[in-house]
């Protein structure tokens, strides 16, 4: 049995702009007793499902500004805290966290809803996990919504992760709301409080902390798992796309999003979101209305 802690219901209390129901599973193949939670909004029947993946150290949170646009245009949406991460548990120990733990948590998790037909909407390690999946379920994924992500395929050393890596791993006692409020200046503070609601205290970072040591020094499975995916998309991908960039990301800005234009078959020209920094999803309402229409799937 791995070890974890619960973060008491009472630290979500009053998160803005926030109702959603949670849901939660505990019985997954090889995460028995482990607790997970997602966020299922809209008509359960619904044929479009909008799988929306957090990245670090985000969780659902991070997508409620998106999240009504996808109901409004007649979907389901699928939101999960990835384990270690806002509802779900949290294993205390930094070696449980993996990129195969958490890869094959969502491919568990994908397998027990039975969701078909999704538009992925990733974007940090939402999008390092991400964009593995449909490699090995290219049934259920029809479109992608990819935002300030990539692939992991070799260690990242570049002064802007360097920075973001330090602000996280160094400090004894990791402020997270003062960390959110560095990286999206825009945020008030009711909101930085709420992103960092999870966390009450160190006991409960240690999936945050490890998320920074993987970009720095990533497994050989990673490495492959991610090299396949780059030619899946470079080669097999035939769904629509649809990319969004936060302009002020030094991190997975521009640059990075740029070649993953190039690398993504069929991705047509980016959003450019001139006020967005690493979470573009603070400026969510918008890219999602600019997705669906380019989907066509407005009006429903």
């Not at 509802?87 to 966290?97: A, L, Q, W």
């Not at 070649?259 to 999602?288: L, N, R, S, T, Y």
Request: hydrophobic share 40%; proline share 7%.
């Amino acid at each position: 049995m791995i070890e974890a802690l619960r973060t008491p219901e009472a630290a979500f209390s009053g998160l803005p702009d926030y109702p959603f129901e949670p849901h939660y599973v505990d019985d997954l193949k090889g995460y028995e007793g482990l607790r997970g939670h997602y966020l299922d909004e809209g008509d359960r029947e619904a044929k479009d499902v909008f799988l929306c993946l957090h990245g670090e150290p985000a969780w659902s949170f991070l997508y409620r500004k998106m999240i009504p646009e996808f109901v409004r245009a007649g979907g389901r949406v699928i939101a999960p805290d990835l384990l270690g991460f806002g509802k779900s548990d949290k294993p205390v120990e930094e070696s449980c966290y993996t990129f195969d733990f958490h890869r094959n948590y969502l491919i568990r998790l994908i397998e027990r809803l039975e969701l078909t037909n999704i538009t992925l909407v990733c974007q940090d390690w939402g999008g390092l996990l991400g964009l593995t999946l449909p490699q090995d379920m290219r049934a259920r994924f029809s479109r992608l919504l990819i935002m300030n992500t990539g692939l992991l395929v070799e260690p990242v050393s570049s002064p802007a992760f360097v920075s973001w890596k330090n602000d996280i791993v160094e400090p004894e006692e990791l402020a997270l709301d003062t960390f959110f409020k560095k990286y999206a200046p825009s945020l008030t503070d009711r909101e930085t409080k709420a992103y960092a609601a999870p966390f009450p205290d160190s006991r409960y970072q240690a999936g945050v902390r490890k998320f920074p040591k993987i970009v720095a020094n990533p497994d050989q499975n990673c490495i492959d798992t991610s090299n396949r995916a780059f030619s899946f998309w470079s080669n097999e991908w035939e769904g629509q796309s649809f990319m969004a960039i936060g302009m002020k990301d030094e991190m997975l800005g521009p640059g990075i999003m740029r070649f993953m234009q190039g690398v993504i078959k069929g991705c047509p020209e980016p959003m450019e979101v001139a006020e967005a920094g690493h979470f573009v999803q603070e400026f969510g309402q918008a890219v999602a209305q600019a997705a669906l229409s380019h989907f066509g799937m407005t009006g429903k």
